[in-house]
């Protein structure tokens, strides 16, 4: 029988993957198709829907994406990966949150490309966004909330950065990962750090600037938003790309946090 622990294992891990193939198509896209770049996260599920077992592979990313964002949300409930309740670990838990949030979308998004709900040609996700945006404004102090929320992605676009100047995720990986890791890691999390500034901003301006429902940014268009910056767009997608792969090597050497009776235990190493 296989204990709770190893469940939790094997999502986690499968969210990693999902993770994964996310930002190595995106980061490609970006690379070789300027043209669908301007889809947004739709052109990354529309690339992924056309090749050979890509329905399946669909339902292996809708799994994936919620499992992850599960996990991250794990982390301002129950400090899964145990930062602590100061000022610095609160900051961590939330910017995770934002985090959890942000993949909890494009699992939805996955989601209808996968029932095949998204009408042909749509041309771009932000559409749905917009919608979801625009559902929470109407209510009280919705735009509040989707400036809080914004805050936060600013708050995970430096803990990004920090991460990946710091190399502070090593301790979240074992030893025998390839030696690449650290490398590829910190250059992909700066890019992560570009793009979530970028959807910060967008929910910031929504929200507390009221510019309106339809300037909110999923991955796909905020890294769709920078096409125009030149040299900043081509370091993007590559740190993007580099983070695909990164998250791959994370599927396989990423050490989770064991789940036993007492409830989630970190065990990481130094």
Do not use: C
Not at 5 to 19: A, M, P
Not at 23 to 49: C, H, P
Not at 77 to 86: A, M, Y
């Amino acid at each position: 029988m296989v204990d709770k622990s190893e469940k939790f294992n094997w999502l986690v891990r499968i969210g990693y993957f999902s993770r994964a193939i996310l930002y190595s198509v995106l980061g490609i896209i970006a690379l070789t198709s300027a043209g669908e770049i301007s889809k947004g996260t739709d052109g990354i599920f529309q690339v992924v829907e056309s090749i050979p077992g890509g329905a399946v592979l669909l339902w292996v990313l809708v799994i994936g994406l919620l499992a992850y964002a599960l996990f991250r949300f794990a982390s301002p409930l129950f400090d899964i990966e145990n930062n602590g309740s100061d000022t610095k670990g609160w900051g961590k838990r939330i910017g995770h949150a934002g985090s959890g949030v942000a993949h909890l979308v494009l699992a939805w998004t996955a989601y209808k490309f996968a029932t095949s709900s998204p009408s042909s040609g749509s041309g771009s996700d932000g559409a749905g966004a917009s919608e979801a945006a625009a559902g929470v404004m109407s209510a009280s102090f919705g735009g509040v909330v989707l400036g809080i929320l914004g805050l936060a992605f600013f708050i995970a676009a430096i803990a990004q950065a920090k991460k990946g100047v710091s190399g502070s995720f090593m301790n979240r990986i074992s030893s025998q990962a390839p030696s690449a890791t650290r490398t590829m890691g910190g250059i992909g999390y700066a890019a992560r750090a570009v793009v979530y500034t970028v959807i910060g901003w967008s929910l910031f301006q929504t929200g507390f600037l009221s510019s309106g429902a339809d300037n909110v940014k999923t991955l796909g268009n905020a890294l769709a938003s920078l096409a125009d910056t030149g040299w900043l767009f081509t370091l993007t997608a590559i740190g993007l790309l580099l983070f695909g792969l990164f998250s791959l090597i994370l599927a396989r050497y990423r050490i989770i946090p064991e789940l036993g009776s007492d409830g989630i235990r970190p065990t990481f190493r130094d």
